[in-house]
């Protein structure tokens, strides 16, 4: 585990790594907890024997947005210094070579929203509300809520959840499609543990070509995709992985892969 405030990150021996956000009362986006999720970022980044991340609170909410206190003392630089810092720590997390499940509970609005946004999948308790609600504050997303939202639920729903500022219930949010799941309050952490289990137990080198895969070729012209796909095939045919993925097919058994 490494030294952070107001975030934990916990590893497993299975490549399960599990990001717990941890500043009461409701995990409020102020400058010291944007920093640890910058710094958990750059640390997950660098953990070759990572499969999987979830991103999780200890706190009765997911994550309530800014700390709309801390804001009110800052200049209008600050606010730009801040927005960029934050908008740079929930890319961190959207471009991690792994892929990432934020398991929410309680409330996920403005920035705690976007940073759920940028996880690749999202599994959400029935008593959860999610919503982008920067425009009811004069403002708008500015940590890619207008981008990652439009590409997740298409372009009329993210202008429906961000024009009216609403906070949408989990089954509103399953309806459009920003939930991949929606699960009983006290199954939350341990469905989300499933789902990253049955991606972890799969070839890493072929989970993280497969993401790349997936965002690298999404806005390119289709024969461009295409090549963009074989290029990322082409990285796992001399894996270790791919022959012991044959071998365990032959001999009837779970395979055993190292990551190589």
Same mark, same amino acid.
């Given at each position: 585990?490494?030294?952070?405030?107001?975030?934990?990150?916990?590893?497993?021996?299975?490549?399960?790594?599990?990001?717990?956000?941890?500043?009461?009362?409701?995990?409020?986006?102020?400058?010291?907890?944007?920093?640890?999720?910058?710094?958990?970022?750059?640390?997950?980044?660098?953990?070759?024997?990572?499969?999987?991340?979830?991103?999780?609170?200890?706190?009765?909410?997911?994550?309530?947005?800014?700390?709309?206190?801390?804001?009110?003392?800052?200049? *209008?630089?600050?606010?730009?210094?801040?927005?960029?810092?934050?908008?740079?720590?929930?890319?961190?997390?959207?471009?991690?070579?792994?892929?990432?499940?934020?398991?929410?509970?309680?409330?996920?609005?403005?920035?705690?929203?976007?940073?759920?946004?940028?996880?690749?999948?999202?599994?959400?308790?029935?008593?959860?509300?999610?919503?982008?609600?920067?425009?009811?504050?004069?403002?708008?997303?500015?940590?890619?809520?207008? $981008?990652?939202?439009?590409?997740?639920?298409?372009?009329?729903?993210?202008?429906?959840?961000?024009?009216?500022?609403?906070?949408?219930?989990?089954?509103?949010?399953?309806?459009?499609?920003?939930?991949?799941? *929606? *699960?009983?309050?006290?199954?939350?952490?341990?469905?989300?543990?499933?789902?990253?289990?049955?991606?972890?137990?799969?070839?890493?080198?072929?989970?993280? $070509?497969?993401?790349?895969?997936?965002?690298?070729?999404?806005?390119?012209?289709?024969?461009?995709?295409?090549?963009?796909?074989?290029?990322?095939? $082409?990285? *796992?045919?001399?894996?270790?992985?791919?022959?012991?993925?044959?071998?365990?097919?032959?001999?009837?058994?779970?395979?055993?892969?190292?990551?190589?």
């Amino acid at each position: 585990m490494i030294d952070l405030r107001w975030v934990r990150l916990e590893k497993t021996d299975d490549g399960i790594r599990v990001l717990t956000l941890d500043r009461p009362p409701v995990n409020a986006l102020g400058f010291e907890l944007v920093e640890d999720l910058g710094r958990a970022a750059e640390n997950l980044r660098k953990d070759e024997a990572a499969r999987c991340l979830i991103v999780r609170s200890s706190q009765r909410h997911f994550c309530a947005g800014a700390d709309l206190k801390e804001r009110q003392g800052m200049s *209008v630089d600050e606010v730009r210094s801040f927005v960029t810092m934050l908008s740079s720590a929930v890319s961190a997390i959207a471009t991690l070579p792994i892929p990432s499940i934020a398991a929410i509970r309680g409330a996920a609005v403005g920035g705690g929203c976007e940073l759920a946004l940028a996880c690749d999948l999202r599994v959400v308790a029935e008593d959860a509300a999610m919503g982008l609600r920067e425009t009811a504050l004069a403002i708008l997303p500015g940590a890619g809520g207008t $981008q990652r939202l439009s590409r997740i639920a298409g372009l009329a729903r993210a202008k429906r959840w961000i024009f009216t500022a609403k906070a949408y219930s989990a089954a509103e949010a399953l309806a459009d499609g920003v939930a991949d799941k *929606v *699960v009983a309050p006290e199954r939350l952490d341990a469905e989300a543990r499933r789902l990253a289990e049955a991606i972890a137990a799969n070839g890493p080198v072929a989970v993280r $070509q497969a993401k790349k895969a997936i965002e690298g070729g999404f806005d390119l012209p289709i024969a461009e995709a295409l090549a963009y796909e074989w290029e990322c095939y $082409q990285a *796992v045919l001399a894996t270790d992985d791919r022959i012991e993925a044959l071998r365990a097919f032959s001999e009837k058994r779970p395979p055993r892969f190292k990551g190589r």
